[in-house]
């Protein structure tokens, strides 16, 4: 069978055969619906994660609109309710606007609390003692952690996309944070099995431990694994005495010096020698190159496409997906890096913000920025990021590795012809054709 022609829904009583219906529902249901229907649970889910975090920080503001919307959305995937197609697509572009609003509560969250990220080198080395490794996007736990480590002489690390912590000035005060370990999640069993430190999981990604260190391992918050301790609130006595317990490190040189945190503020600040270098034609095009990074080979196309562009376009990035290329040194353009890591995937707000501010002092219309996107996605997070990125009609949006699985060749279709999507392919084959393009975006 066609993957285009399966489903699988199994949510009232007349699943086929007791089991589930995988061909069409007994109801009707057939299988592009129940595809986005899945689609928009998984968009709202990637959501949630950012108005989780934003609310564990106190900015928990009322939210009428998003609540209308997640019960008028979930209303309409209950049975027999709604079987128009068009509408479920409809509710995933107004995920995406909804998403917008989660990911600026956060923002607003995160520089109220923290202060506005600053470009920050970032030692990816071990330093002589003990030490706890949190991983996850989770800033509120390294914060209250890094307070009950002070003075203890225990190191705190960060592991994947807990890098860009080490960019907000609140959390620059605390010496002990000194340094990012490891690539993105996936990384985690090797990494975790190699240092004998203890580890804090604070959001996604994590994965089933390995029993190598399933002992040194807590997690805390929405985060659980079975056989775990899991801790509630915030006191993390538990992880600071296992640290305790545990060998000294010893001392390991850095591999590469990471940079992590060009805010907003940080890249405007530059907008006017980004501006004389667009107009002298010394800055050809921008990219935003990131998101969610999958443990597949087709991975790699990001690290290709990043050392093939030319030299004078400038990338930025964000989300893990920066580990498969944020150690290359790929240089600048009279003073003006050409990786700049705006953070966590959801600053993919603070991208939308510096891409507005550009074309406001460039003097053109958005549709004129030379700015393509290229983004990598895994869960739900990016397929929310999607969604208000198409929401914002941004189109000629390049996706890969792998097209999501939810989508059939029918949506596929929709996708392209109706928001541009287009899957990667070969890079060098891409760049061309994405130079080539004028107009990038709308
Ligand atoms: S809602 Fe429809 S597709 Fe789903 S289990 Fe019931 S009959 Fe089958
Ligand atoms: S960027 Fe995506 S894949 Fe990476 S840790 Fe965050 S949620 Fe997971």
Same mark, same amino acid.
């Given at each position: 069978?066609?993957k285009?022609e399966?489903? !699988?829904?199994?949510? &009232?009583?007349?699943?086929?055969?007791?089991?589930g219906?995988?061909?069409?529902?007994?109801?009707? %249901?057939?299988?592009?619906?129940?595809?986005? /229907?899945?689609?928009l649970?998984?968009?709202? /889910?990637?959501?949630s994660?950012?108005l989780?975090?934003?609310?564990?920080?106190? !900015?928990?503001?009322?939210?009428?609109?998003?609540?209308d919307?997640?019960s008028?959305?979930?209303?309409?995937?209950?049975?027999?309710?709604? !079987?128009?197609?068009?509408?479920?697509?409809?509710?995933?572009?107004?995920?995406?606007?909804?998403n917008?609003?989660?990911?600026?509560?956060?923002?607003?969250?995160y520089?109220?609390?923290?202060?506005?990220p600053?470009?920050?080198?970032?030692?990816?080395?071990i330093?002589? @003692?003990?030490?706890?490794?949190?991983?996850?996007?989770?800033?509120?736990?390294?914060?209250?952690?890094?307070k009950?480590?002070?003075g203890t002489?225990?190191?705190?690390?960060?592991?994947?996309?807990?890098?860009?912590?080490?960019?907000?000035?609140?959390? %620059?005060k605390y010496?002990?944070?000194?340094?990012?370990?490891?690539?993105?999640?996936?990384?985690?069993?090797?990494?975790?099995?190699?240092?004998?430190?203890?580890?804090?999981?604070?959001?996604?990604?994590v994965?089933?431990p390995?029993?190598?260190?399933?002992?040194?391992l807590?997690?805390?918050g929405?985060?659980?694994?079975?056989?775990i301790?899991?801790?509630?609130?915030?006191?993390?006595?538990?992880?600071?005495?296992k640290a305790?317990?545990?060998?000294?490190?010893?001392?390991?040189?850095?591999?590469?010096?990471?940079?992590t945190?060009?805010?907003?503020?940080?890249?405007?600040?530059?907008?006017?020698?980004i501006?004389?270098?667009?107009?002298?034609?010394? +800055?050809?095009?921008?990219?935003?190159?990131? @998101?969610?990074?999958?443990?597949?080979?087709k991975?790699?196309?990001y690290?290709? !496409?990043v050392?093939?562009?030319?030299?004078?376009?400038v990338?930025?990035?964000?989300? &893990?997906?920066?580990?498969?290329f944020?150690?290359?040194?790929?240089?600048?353009?009279?003073?003006?890096?050409?990786?700049?890591?705006?953070?966590?995937?959801?600053?993919a707000?603070?991208?939308?913000?510096?891409?507005?501010s550009l074309?406001?002092?460039?003097?053109?219309?958005?549709?004129?920025?030379?700015?393509?996107?290229?983004l990598?996605?895994?869960?739900?997070?990016a397929?929310?990021?999607l969604?208000?990125?198409?929401?914002?009609?941004? %189109?000629?949006?390049?996706?890969?590795?792998?097209p999501?699985?939810?989508?059939?060749d029918?949506?596929?279709?929709?996708?392209?012809?109706?928001?541009?999507?287009?899957?990667?392919?070969?890079?060098?084959?891409? +760049?061309?054709?994405?130079?080539?393009?004028e107009?990038l &975006?709308?």
């Amino acid at each position: 069978m066609e993957k285009e022609e399966r489903m !699988f829904c199994y949510q &009232c009583s007349q699943a086929a055969r007791g089991i589930g219906c995988d061909v069409i529902g007994i109801c009707g %249901k057939n299988p592009t619906l129940a595809r986005l /229907q899945d689609n928009l649970i998984y968009s709202i /889910q990637g959501m949630s994660g950012y108005l989780y975090r934003a609310r564990r920080l106190g !900015f928990a503001p009322p939210l009428p609109e998003i609540d209308d919307f997640i019960s008028r959305a979930f209303y309409s995937m209950f049975t027999n309710v709604n !079987f128009d197609a068009e509408s479920f697509l409809e509710l995933a572009v107004e995920s995406g606007r909804m998403n917008l609003k989660g990911m600026r509560l956060l923002k607003v969250a995160y520089i109220e609390r923290y202060g506005e990220p600053e470009p920050t080198k970032v030692e990816t080395g071990i330093r002589k @003692g003990r030490g706890i490794i949190v991983t996850g996007h989770g800033l509120k736990v390294l914060e209250e952690l890094l307070k009950q480590t002070q003075g203890t002489g225990i190191n705190v690390y960060t592991h994947s996309e807990m890098l860009p912590a080490h960019a907000y000035p609140e959390f %620059k005060k605390y010496k002990h944070l000194v340094g990012n370990l490891g690539k993105s999640w996936h990384d985690q069993r090797r990494l975790f099995t190699e240092y004998p430190m203890a580890i804090l999981g604070t959001s996604n990604c994590v994965l089933i431990p390995k029993e190598e260190y399933k002992d040194r391992l807590f997690t805390t918050g929405p985060v659980r694994l079975p056989g775990i301790k899991h801790i509630n609130g915030y006191d993390y006595t538990p992880v600071i005495e296992k640290a305790k317990s545990l060998p000294e490190l010893e001392e390991k040189p850095s591999e590469a010096i990471l940079t992590t945190g060009y805010s907003r503020s940080a890249v405007l600040s530059l907008k006017d020698k980004i501006k004389e270098l667009v107009v002298k034609g010394k +800055i050809r095009h921008f990219f935003l190159v990131g @998101g969610c990074d999958s443990p597949t080979g087709k991975m790699e196309y990001y690290r290709d !496409f990043v050392q093939l562009l030319p030299k004078d376009t400038v990338i930025l990035t964000l989300g &893990c997906g920066k580990f498969r290329f944020n150690d290359l040194d790929i240089g600048e353009i009279e003073g003006i890096p050409r990786l700049i890591d705006l953070g966590q995937c959801n600053d993919a707000i603070v991208a939308l913000d510096i891409a507005t501010s550009l074309t406001e002092a460039l003097g053109i219309p958005a549709k004129e920025l030379p700015l393509t996107l290229v983004l990598c996605w895994m869960n739900q997070d990016a397929i929310a990021i999607l969604w208000s990125l198409i929401a914002l009609g941004i %189109k000629n949006i390049y996706l890969g590795p792998v097209p999501p699985a939810w989508v059939n060749d029918g949506i596929l279709e929709v996708l392209a012809s109706r928001y541009g999507i287009k899957l990667i392919g070969d890079p060098e084959e891409d +760049i061309d054709e994405m130079l080539s393009v004028e107009r990038l &975006c709308t």
